[in-house]
């Protein structure tokens, strides 16, 4: 039976999905704008014009991941104790600033350094973003909440692809990074305004409406065992085990993202420009399979049904990208596009995971540490796929990689435990 709420109450719950969530949204989206557009930087000639190797150039990719990886968990410790939306607003002007330095730098060794610190600014964003959607929205609220946070990766780069190679054909590659840097700064103070961590801080809201979101929220958190011990956490292998999985994840997911440009100029023939039309095409079908995922998800309050089956298809469909790539470039690329929708239709549910598991004074560190995991993972991907490109000179090899980094984190989600069993044990732990 659906509850019954106060005409009132239902109104300022509704104003919370487009009030938060498309600064959210548009926030994710410079940050993945401002570390996606590497890939087209790589296919224009980014190697030629500074006279570096392939191998410098894939390193370049990849060291942002590094600086990544570092400093989500003290992040998230911020952002829990102090502010996520301050945090936010110091990242967004400084990945602003380092990203249109990108176009600037000639050195290899400052861009190395520039990169690693754009990737220092970013690692702040999805952590603090999921425990700022944590404090406004429920359970049955959160896959959705987490997927329109997200679609910000994959709608990024669906416009990126379309205006990005444009851009760099009118105005070069250098100048490309530049112009779309810049805005992020600009964002930061429009963020400030208009975000606040706490419903009671904003003025659209009521006091009854606040009180009911609160209780709901205390409500779920009456439910999930005490953790008093961050350390305990970190050791139970059921974070363990999400840890790796998404590391296997975000290496197939990077790897895609940043090299599909390279891939698809190379196989198509074609210039920079159509190279960005069909760089976009798979990520059509990935908005829609993550908002509609999202959707069953949180109507069923299932989580990892809705996640390894993905996955799987993903990673097979790879493997039918890397099997078909030799004989015509278009199965190959209508492979793509499945796998494209399949590797981005479960972040909504994953994300929604670890809140059930955990309560609200470890959750926001272990989401950062699943995260750091996943960018430790898209180090090895971006690395790796473009080292393997440089080295055979074709593609097929880092489709090979990215199909079973894929297909891994499908079975390792499928024997993942997060009954209440598995958490209760962190209790007992914790006690001990």
Known sequence: MKESVDPYIAIDMQRRWYRILPAVFVTYSLAYLDRA?????????????????????????????????????????????????????????????????????????????????????????????????????????????????????????????????????????????????????IWGIIWLLLIRDKPREVSWMNGESCTHLEHKLEQEQAHLPAVPKLRVVFEHPSVVWLCIQYFFWSAGVYGFVLWLPVMVKNGAARGIGATGLLSAAPYVGAVLSMILISHYSDHSSQRKRFIWPFLLISGMAMLGSYLTASISFWPAYLFLILSCAGMYAPYGPFFAIVPEMLPKNVAGEVMALINSFGALGGFVGTWFVGLLEARTGNSKAGFLLMSICLIISAFIVLGLKTTASSSNSLQNKSTS
């Open 37 to 185: 557009n590497y890939g087209f930087g790589a296919a224009a000639g980014l190697a030629a014009t500074l006279n570096i190797t392939k191998s410098r150039a894939a390193l370049l990719g990849a060291i942002f991941f590094l600086g990544y990886f570092l400093f989500q968990v003290p992040g998230a410790a911020y952002a829990r104790k102090k502010s996520a939306r301050h945090l936010v607003f110091v990242a967004l002007v400084s990945w602003g600033i380092l990203a249109a330095l990108t176009g600037i730098i000639r050195n290899f060794w400052l861009l190395v350094v520039d990169r690693f610190f754009l990737g220092v600014a970013e690692s702040f964003i999805l952590p603090a973003m999921l425990m700022l959607l944590m404090g406004w929205f429920t359970r049955t609220e959160r896959s959705r909440a987490n997927t329109f946070l997200i679609l910000g990766n994959p709608v990024t780069v669906l416009w990126m692809s379309l205006v990005t190679g444009y851009l760099i054909s009118a105005i070069g590659w250098q100048m490309t990074f530049v112009v779309e840097g810049l805005p992020s700064v």
